[in-house]
């Protein structure tokens, strides 16, 4: 017995999760499923201006060495021996853009994140030069013209940014999202480094064509990007290189997929029609729509979903894109200071039971998928003497629901066939109230795994099947299947239909409350103009509202 186990303990795959919020390290066993052992390290966000959104690359890089290196000790005190990790895998956020000197190996700039607005007038700017562009972009994309993709933060780096100008006409510039500034770096960086990507992350980056699955000449001539700054493409399994530095030197980094992409892997969406909503920083409904490439007519992105392999084909899928999903408690936590951890939100909503007519639409960065409404910004509203923190706090996790139903409705229409269920993963799906929020104002059961790592567990499937390495099977017949929990509707479609309505009403409240003008320029001179007295009152309202909403007399 205990020969037998060691023999499957020596099958190991590690897998990066690099996501917005925080960096992890995961180790799975190959032939179970079974996570062994993980470290995580929150990572810092910083908003130097309102709308921007930036995280200092290298502040990542050396987040993800410390999560290899903590779990590395960790296995060795489990009697674990590290060598038996025989790959390792890359699932990063997606669309947040990095450039950086091949020469010294420097970022030139701070990553910029994804949901960041800075770019709002790049994008108008681009809408005018041709008037097609928009089929033009998503015709050959699959994405909307939207400051959400990377092609616009380059555009704004090289228009914006000295050093970024310079390096890249001396030829020494290199762009990658995330998972191309680690892979680059875990393999030797300044010294042999390789400069590769994914399809699923280029597929993001609103420059590749995802019908020839190549860079695309007419997109990078309309942003006016260099390709000669590009990562090559490659597929989402295959050894791109072995591992330069740490305790896992020589060891293949064989998988790379963009976060969602690796979820859906992870939840064994293979099949046409199976989709996957993945509950984290922002919220991502996907639907696997085969080798077909399915174009939306209800707001939703096609992208692709995976190749796991070379010689293996190109699957696709659909994609809604919430922007503010557990960003949100984040932001009760940060920002407004009415909890002190992500989990007190769960408590807090218990004890009403009912946000009491309260609405919170998270328009922090404008609404993406279905709107793609760049003015909308947050709101609550429906308050009353009555409202207090746990109302809101119950009101967050409504938003989040709503937002999905939003996004599953789309889905629908498009795909004509309604989902039976929804299949859930990411941290937020701990919270047993949220799930059954979700189950109600959907009127579906939702289910999920016990092991809730699933986008890590993609990115380690798709490492451990690469040609070359060869320890995790990816045929349906051998894939370990998950014990689930499942959560019922409990209201019944009317009462559910009433609350959906009374949310649009207040996502229309939200929309057209900023201009690309005071989104983006961060102008602290609007302010001068008015009157001392309005910033007397408006710290007092502030300052009381503050104290009554966290319960203070």
């Known amino acids: 017995m205990a020969a037998a186990k060691k023999a499957v303990l020596e099958l190991l795959v590690g897998a990066v999760d690099q996501g917005t919020s925080s960096t992890r390290f995961l180790v799975f066993n190959s032939k179970t499923s079974e996570l062994l052992c993980h470290h995580q390290v929150e990572i810092k966000q910083e908003y130097p201006r309102e709308g921007w959104v930036e995280q200092n690359p290298k502040e990542i890089l050396l987040s993800v060495y410390e999560c290899i290196e903590k779990t590395s000790e960790k296995l060795q005190r489990l009697n674990i021996n590290i060598s038996n990790i025989k790959a390792i895998g890359v699932s990063n956020q997606r669309e947040t853009t990095v450039v ?52 616009v933060k380059v555009r704004w780096l090289l228009d914006n940014v000295r050093e970024v100008q310079t390096a890249v006409e001396e030829g020494r510039a290199l762009f990658g999202t995330i998972d191309s500034w680690l892979i680059w770096n875990m393999t030797g960086g300044v010294s042999g480094g390789v400069h590769c990507t994914d399809v699923t992350n280029a597929s993001r980056t609103m420059l590749f064509n995802i019908n020839s699955l190549e860079w695309d000449k007419d997109l990078c001539e309309f942003f006016e990007i260099p390709m000669n700054i590009l990562p090559s493409v490659r597929s989402s399994s ?41 509950y984290g920083t922002g919220c991502f409904l996907l639907c696997n729509t085969g080798r077909k490439c399915v174009f939306s007519e209800h707001g939703l992105l096609t992208t692709v979903a995976y190749k796991l392999g070379r010689d293996k084909p190109v699957c696709y899928a659909l994609e809604g894109s919430v922007a503010i999903a557990g960003a949100l408690i984040r932001w009760l936590r940060d920002n407004l200071g009415i909890i002190n951890s992500s989990e007190e939100v769960e408590k807090l909503a218990k004890e009403v039971g009912t946000s009491y007519g309260c609405y919170f639409v998270p328009a922090f960065s404008g609404l993406y998928a279905p709107y793609w409404e760049p003015s909308a910004r947050g709101i609550i509203c429906g308050l009353s003497q009555f409202t207090n923190k746990s109302h809101i706090a119950f009101a967050a996790l409504e938003a989040v629901c709503f937002q999905t139903r939003e996004i599953l409705d789309a889905m629908n229409h498009d795909c004509g066939i309604p989902l039976s269920h929804l299949q859930v993963d990411g941290g937020m799906t701990n919270n047993k109230i949220l799930m059954q929020l979700q189950a109600d104002i959907l009127c579906i059961p939702v289910v999920k795994p016990y092991m ?31 014990t689930m929990e499942r959560f019922e509707p409990q209201i019944n479609a009317e009462e559910s239909e009433i609350r959906y309505s009374v949310w649009k009403k207040a996502v229309m409240k939200s929309i057209g409350w900023v201009t690309t003008e005071s989104s983006e320029s961060g102008d602290p001179s609007i302010f001068c103009s008015l009157p001392l007295g309005f910033f007397i009152v408006s710290s007092m309202v502030m300052f009381i509202g503050a104290r009554y909403i966290s319960g203070i007399p």
């Open 100 to 151: 950086w000197d091949k020469i010294t190996g420097e970022p030139l700039y701070n990553a910029v994140v994804w949901l960041d607005l800075r770019t709002q007038s790049t994008v108008e700017n681009l809408s005018k030069r041709i008037p097609d562009n928009n089929n033009f972009v998503k015709s050959k994309t699959g994405l909307p013209l939207s400051t959400y993709f990377s092609a």
């Open 238 to 278: 295959e050894i791109y290189g072995l591992m330069k530095v740490g305790t896992l030197e020589g060891v293949p980094i064989s998988g790379c997929l963009g976060d969602q992409s690796a979820a859906l892997v992870g939840q064994m969406c293979f099949q046409d029609g199976q989709a996957k909503n993945t």
């Open 452 to 482: 809730p790592e699933i986008t890590a567990l993609g990115a380690a499937m798709a490492a451990g099947a690469a040609e070359g390495v060869g320890v995790w099977s990816l045929e349906p017949k051998d894939l370990t299947a998950f």
